[in-house]
């Protein structure tokens, strides 16, 4: 059963394994949280699910995905969970929505406390 108050958060990554751990790590701290594996997944997950936090897992050209993803959803805060460090890396991206990048190394609690902070903005 999906508690309506809950913060909906969509995990995109490429990685099922590493999607289902985020998943299963925010889910046990009362996240509604749905995966899929590219962006066109995401087009109907949030059609349906309606999140309010995206959380982008990238690995290789974080600026090309992050900006394929500000082109279809200008306005949902997103995470950036990135082993690329800095706010530097999201300087050049415009947005209407809150960009927040959590790092790979510092754990999931990194991802959950960008969660937090971006619901509020949605």
């Known amino acids: ?17 590493s999607a289902g751990d985020l998943a299963s ?3 046990a701290h009362h996240y509604d949280v749905a995966t899929c594996s590219a962006l066109d997944g995401a087009r109907s997950a949030v059609s349906s699910r309606r999140p ?4 982008l897992a990238t690995k290789d050209h974080p600026h090309a995905e992050v ?11 997103l995470v950036l969970w990135t082993a690329e460090a800095g706010q530097e890396l999201l300087l050049d ?7 927040v990048p959590a790092c790979p190394s ?4 990194d991802v959950e406390s960008a ?8």
């Open 93 to 99: 991206v415009e947005a209407f929505a809150p960009a």
């Open 25 to 27: 790590f925010l889910t």
């Open 106 to 109: 510092r754990g999931f609690g």
């Open 52 to 55: 309010h936090v995206l959380v």
């Open 67 to 77: 900006e394929e993803v500000r082109k279809v959803y200008p306005r949902l805060p």
């Open 1 to 17: 059963m999906v508690n309506d108050s809950a913060i909906r958060v969509l995990v995109i990554d490429a990685d099922p394994t």
């Open 115 to 122: 969660v937090e902070a971006l619901a509020h903005f949605s």
